[in-house]
């Protein structure tokens, strides 16, 4: 295999991968105490490039802000130390995992003196939910378990101690034979994905639930609301969509940094449309994939090429 991936950068320095651990007691184990980010390099026409760095790296930031963590690095540093590391492991097409928790020093719920540790690695990873997802749609079911509202851990910062609901939601699914969850929000309607965000065409037009949904503010779902609107279609970005409208749509699709954009073909054994890819999502999905791999030359500003 062309692509050698040996090397985790860690707290400013470059490490072999088997190398990159911490120590048990550390604060963000025992208390979900960590904030990170999921970010894409295309192998674009014009050669490698992160798709939107800046937009992650600035919610990377940001998702410190409700637990006072201070990222002991620059972001130009990050930026720096993500694409070295990316050259030196000659990744083309790869997934990239920044993350930042709290460290050992002590285990009291306040983190008192732990520091912030902060680490960058990136794989190879092709569809999240497989390559017949990207093109047939998936079948999914509204999870039993409600995401935890905004007034409960602030739902807009990427934490690890988060993903507890999300594996909840996912893993029940799969146990009944569904490739993936939707999650209601604390009011009963349609927040998103366990890591997705969730869109729905109903008479050309589209809607997604609004920030207040107590949903993750989706860089795919900004990109997506975006090139809807290039092409003309209305898009509600601050949609309340209640579950029973699920089984009405003529269309729904998920979107996310890993799932790119996934076709929704059944909602707990309702068929949604003719139960393929529908044409909205389907010219969604191409305008996506001609955008992140450069076939165009719209939003150039969304790349960093290595
Ligand atoms: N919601 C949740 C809960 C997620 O984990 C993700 C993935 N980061 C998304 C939505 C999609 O966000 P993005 O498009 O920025 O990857």
Not at 65 to 93: C, F, G, H, V, W
Not at 96 to 108: H, T
Request: proline share 4%; with cysteine.
């Amino acid at each position: 295999d062309e692509m050698d991936v040996d090397t985790i950068w860690m707290n400013g320095e470059f490490l072999d991968w088997d190398d990159a651990n911490i120590h048990v007691l550390s604060h963000g184990l025992h208390y979900g105490t960590g904030i990170f980010e999921g970010v894409r390099c295309y192998d674009t026409e014009n050669g490698p490039a992160i798709f939107r760095w800046d937009e992650h790296l600035q919610r990377f930031y940001d998702s410190t802000k409700p637990y006072d963590m201070e990222i002991p690095y620059e972001p130009s540093e990050l930026t720096e130390a993500t694409l070295e590391l990316l050259r030196r492991q000659n990744l083309e097409s790869c997934y990239i995992r920044p993350i930042a928790y709290y460290g050992y020093d002590s285990l009291g719920v306040s983190p008192g003196d732990c520091p912030t540790d902060v680490a960058i690695a990136a794989w190879p990873w092709g569809a999240y939910l497989g390559e017949d997802a990207l093109e047939n749609g998936i079948e999914v079911m509204v999870s039993s378990w409600r995401k935890h509202a905004s007034s409960q851990i602030p739902t807009n910062a990427k934490t690890t101690g988060l993903y507890v609901n999300s594996l909840l939601a996912g893993e029940e699914a799969r146990r009944n034979g569904y490739a993936e969850a939707i999650v209601l929000n604390k009011e009963g309607n349609v927040a998103e994905g366990p890591g997705e965000n969730i869109f729905l065409v109903r008479d050309e037009t589209i809607y997604t639930p609004g920030l207040s949904q107590s949903i993750l503010d989706g860089i795919t779902r900004d990109t997506v609301i975006k090139l809807a609107r290039e092409r003309g279609y209305e898009v509600d970005d601050s949609a309340v969509i209640s579950r029973g409208e699920l089984h009405t749509a003529d269309e729904l699709f998920f979107t996310g940094s890993a799932a790119e954009v996934t076709p929704i073909r059944q909602v707990d054994n309702v068929q949604i449309g003719d139960g393929s890819r529908g044409p909205v999502t389907e010219e969604l999905q191409s305008a996506f994939f001609d955008l992140v791999e450069r076939r165009t030359d719209d939003h150039e500003e969304w790349f960093d090429y290595i």
